[in-house]
């Protein structure tokens, strides 16, 4: 799962990420630098390509 900054410090917050930067089966990706400041629009951009 590819999340920004923000969600991650919220995740991190709320203990729902763990030292692993795993939630469950999810292996938790963080991208810095978004193009966008709407996380909708974030979603549809390939992290590779930033």
């Known amino acids: 799962m590819f ?3 923000e969600t ?3 995740m991190r ?3 729902a990420l ?3 930067m795993k939630v ?3 292996r938790i990706i963080v ?3 978004v193009p966008y400041t ?3 629009r974030n979603g549809k951009v390939c ?3 930033l």
Do not use: K
Request: a negative charge; aromatic letters at 12%.
């Open 8 to 10: 991650e410090a919220y």
């Open 24 to 26: 469950g089966l999810w």
């Open 38 to 40: 709407d996380s909708r």
């Open 13 to 15: 917050n709320s203990s």
């Open 3 to 5: 999340i920004d900054e």
């Open 18 to 20: 763990d030292y692993r």
């Open 31 to 33: 991208v810095h630098n």
């Open 47 to 49: 992290p590779l390509c």
